[in-house]
C-alpha cells in the first residue's frame, strides 16, 4: 500500500479552518466539489446526491500496486451499482499524484480494468477530504452522511479480496426517504411516508352520482371545509329546506346552493347548519343527500373548577389543573390538588394581616414582619396597570383578542403551475391562531374573475395551549401564464375569527422553453461515444437528456449527469455499447430548486451505435440452452442440444473480447454437456459464445 505522510500532515493543518470535510472516521457530512474527468466531463458530487444517487469516490495513484490489485474487484462492483447495473451509484475516481497525466489512467484502464470516469491531478487537501493510503474509498449517501473504506484508520478496513463486497454492502445500505402526508388526522395520511411533504389535505369532500343516488348521500364536516360536486348529465343537486327533504319535494331553498345538469362545483359551509339537497327529477326516487356541518371539536379541561378550566371547551381532554398543597406532611395538605402552587405551610410564624403584600395564610402568630404598601398590578403591559402599587396581588387583566386580519402577504415563488404563498405569523400575547384559510381565483385583467377557491392552510391541534405557527402554503394545479389573486382568514383560539385580508396578486410562469430539433452523432474514431445537440425556443435553466438502450423494459440513464446548464446546447456520452440501439429523449428545467417546473419531454430519438454488437440472444439449431450454478465462482456447467449436424465452436472471452476458454466439435448432433473450469480468471463478467453453422448464441456468465 502506498503511505501519503506528507498529505496527512497537511490535512491535519488545513481541515481544521473547514466546518464540514471528508474524514476518514465518517463523521459529520461529506463537502461538495466539482472535478473534470479525463474527457472533460464535469462532476458535481451534490449534483449526483441531489439527483438520488449514491456516490463512490476512490482516491488512488495509477503507480499504487495495491490501487492495481483492488482494481478489478472495485470495477466489478461499479458494473453491479452503476448505469449498466442497479444504476443506484455513481463512481468517480480520483487520481492524487501530481506527476500522472491522463495517458498514464488511459494506460491504467487499459491494463487492469475500470471503465467509470478518473479525474487527474486532484489534491486531497484542496477537496478537503483526510488521505492517508491509497486506495481510500468515500461512500456517500444522498443526505450527505458518508462511510469510508481503506487499509487502515477508515471506518472498514478493506483489502483487495473484500473491497467488492464492502462497496456493494455499503451503497445496498442506502433507503430512500419516502415522502408523504404523515399526519395521521388529514385525509390522505400515508403510512407508508417517512419524510412530511406538506401535503396534508383536511378539508375536501366529494359527492359523485351513481345510479340514482349521490355517493356519499351523507357528509359530517367542519365549517369552512370545501364539498366538492361532480354530477352525472341527468342529475343537478339543489339545497332545499328540510321539510320539503322530508316530503320528497323539488322547491329550492331560497338563496340555496344549487349545481346545474352534469356540472361541477364546490359549497363551503359557512356555519353549523345542516344542508339539505335533492336531485329535482329523482327525488321521488330517493335521490337526496345531507351536509352535517360543525365546528371542530375544541379539547380542553371542562371542569368549572379547575386552574386552567376552558369554557369553550368541549371534550375534556384529563388536562384539568388543581393548585393547591401536595406535601403530604405540611399543615394544610389538599389531597385533591395535582400541582403543588407553592401553598404548603409548615410554620406557625409570620405576617397575619391580610391587608399587607406579604400576608402568611398559614401563619397563626404575628413576627412583627408584616409589609404594608398599595397592593394591584404591577405589570405595565396590563390593562389595570397600578403604577404606585408596592406589590402585585394577582389581579393583573389583560385586552382579549381583537382578531386582527393576516398581513404581510407575499409570494415566494412561482412556476406553470405552482405557488408558495407566506403571511405574517398572527400569534401574540393576546391572540393565539387556531387555523387559517386560504382563497384563490384567476384575475381575467379584464374586471372579471373566476371563482374562489378555498383551501385550509394548516390547523391547530385543538388544545390552544400554544398558537399554530403556520406561515406558508403551496397553491397546485393552476394555470400556466395566468394572473391569480389570494387572501387569507384567520380563526382565533376562542371561538373569534377575522375578515378576508385584501387580496394580493400574482402570475404564474408560462410553460417552460420545450427542447427542440434534439440530434444525435456518434463516432466511427471513438465507438462508445455520442454528443448530444438541440435547440431551444426560449431560455431555460438546465436540460437533461434520457437515454437508455432501445428495449422494453431498459433502465435510464443520462448524460451530463444533474444537467446541462443553458446556453450550452449539447453533452457528451460516454461509454455506450459499439453496435448498440439506443433511444433517447431530453427535457428543460426552470428552477433549480423546483424541478417540477420543467417541459415534456421530447419525441424519442432513436440510432446504432456504430461498430458490432456482442449479441446475447440468437435463434439457432441449439435448444435447451442451460448454464449452472451462475453466477458461480469457478466451476459451470454447459449443457444444450443441437439438433442437426453441425461443426460447433464454444469459447468463453472476457469483457476485453479477450478468449479465456474454446473448444471445437466437428459434425455434432444431440446432447452437449461440459464442465468448464474458470479458477484462474478473476471476478467479473464473461460472455458464453456458441458459433454453429449458421449462427451465434451468447450467453452472460458471472464469476463471483
Sequence with gaps: MKKIALVISLIV???????????????????????????????TIYDYLDSGFVVVLELLSTTCGHCIQYAPHVESSYLTNGPSGSNVARFLGLEINANTDSTDIVNFQSAHGGSFPI??????????YQLYYTPSFYVIYPDSSYTTMCPQYCVSTSSAGNIESLLDNAIAAWTPPVPG??????????????????????????????GMTFSPDTIVCDVGDTINFILGGYHNAVEVSDSTWINNGSTPLQGGFSYGYGSTGYYVPDDCHTFYYVCQPHV????????????????????SLASNYDSLATVDDASCLFNGCTDTTALNYDSNANVDDGSCCYSLYGCTDPNTCNYNPC???????????????????????????????GSCTYINCASPVPSGLVVNWTTDTKASVSWDNMNDNSCMVFKYFIRYRVDNLDGTYGSWVTKSAGVGNGLCNFGLNTTEKRLQFLTSATTYQFKMKAFYCGGTQSGYSSPVSFTTG?????????AVQTFNSNQAKATFSWDSTGAYVFARIALRVDTTGASWGTAGGFGVYYPSLSVNKFGLTPGQSYRAQGRTFCDSNVTSFRSTWTSP???????????????????NLDIYP??????????????????LSVRVINIMGELVYQEKAKQFIGEYTKQIDLTDNSKGVYFLEITTDNNVVNRKIIIQ
Design 630 to 647: 451462475n453466477p458461480s465462482r469457478d466451476i459451470f456447467n454447459i449443457r444444450f442440444t443441437s439438433e442437426k449436424i453441425q461443426d
Design 605 to 623: 430519438l432513436m440510432w446504432t451505435q456504430p461498430g458490432t454488437l456482442i449479441r446475447m440472444e440468437s435463434t439457432s439449431q441449439i435448444k
Design 363 to 393: 401563619a397563626t402568630m404575628d413576627d412583627g414582619s408584616c409589609i404594608y404598601a398599595i397592593p394591584g398590578c404591577m405589570d405595565p403591559l396590563a390593562n389595570n396597570y397600578n403604577p404606585l402599587a408596592g406589590c402585585d396581588d
Design 284 to 303: 321521488s326516487m330517493g335521490m337526496k343527500g345531507v351536509i352535517i356541518a360543525h365546528h371542530p371539536p375544541v379539547f380542553g379541561c371542562t371542569d
Design 119 to 128: 479525474a487527474d491531478n486532484v489534491s486531497p487537501t484542496g477537496i478537503n
Design 181 to 210: 402526508c404523515m399526519d395521521s388526522l388529514a385525509l390522505n395520511y400515508d403510512s407508508l411516508a417517512t419524510v412530511d411533504d406538506g401535503s396534508c389535505d383536511y378539508s375536501s369532500y366529494t359527492i359523485t352520482t351513481v
Design 510 to 518: 408560462a410553460d417552460c422553453p420545450p427542447m427542440t430539433n434534439l
Design 13 to 43: 493543518i488545513t481541515l481544521t479552518s473547514y466546518s464540514q470535510q471528508g474524514r476518514l472516521d465518517g463523521t459529520g457530512y461529506a463537502p461538495n466539489f466539482t472535478v473534470t474527468d479525463i474527457n472533460g466531463t464535469s462532476h
